[in-house]
């Protein structure tokens, strides 16, 4: 189970109220850093909602992307993807598994931290995984606000 510490979790959160009313995003690393990433959305990098606004989806990309990428050769890989949705609810949506996964499997070996935030602050969190046996992901841990 990937443990999300009380500091880590509170450095998401703020970033998800800073980031209101658009989508927040980024990564948390071995080493319990959190990495803040822009919210590409609005360029149109997120091939899966290009339609989409930042604040109904979210994107990583350029260099950021190419820097969470390369994590995975150090010694303090990403091991969580983070996000919020501005309703207010935390869930995987069929665009973020569509982002996250290939029919065979993840893209990246990492679990998603979805924040629900809206006008009045984060109101939840949840962290997904992988399951083999569900091929899909899965709630796997709910935080409270």
């Known amino acids: 189970m990937t443990a999300i510490t009380d500091h880590v979790l509170a450095a998401v959160y703020a970033h998800a109220r800073a980031a209101f009313p658009a989508e927040c995003?980024?990564?948390i690393r071995a080493n319990d850093e959190v990495v803040a990433c822009t919210n590409a959305q609005e360029a149109g990098a997120n091939p899966f909602a290009p339609d989409r606004?930042?604040?109904s989806g979210f994107a990583i990309a350029g260099a950021e992307l190419i820097a969470f990428a390369r994590t995975f050769d150090s010694p303090y890989p990403a091991r969580v993807v983070y996000h919020?949705?501005?309703n207010g609810r935390a869930y995987f949506s069929?665009?973020?598994r569509a982002a996250a996964a290939t029919p065979?499997?993840?893209i990246y070996p990492v679990r998603?931290?979805?924040v629900g935030v809206a006008a009045t602050g984060v109101t939840e969190a949840a962290l997904f995984a992988w399951?083999?046996?569900a091929h899909d992901f899965v709630e796997v841990l709910r935080f409270p606000p």
Do not use: I, Q, R, W
């Open 53 to 55: 606004g930042a604040d």
């Open 131 to 133: 399951s083999d046996e």
């Open 94 to 96: 069929a665009v973020d």
């Open 25 to 27: 995003c980024g990564y």
């Open 112 to 114: 998603h931290l979805v």
């Open 84 to 86: 919020s949705h501005t």
């Open 104 to 106: 065979v499997g993840p």
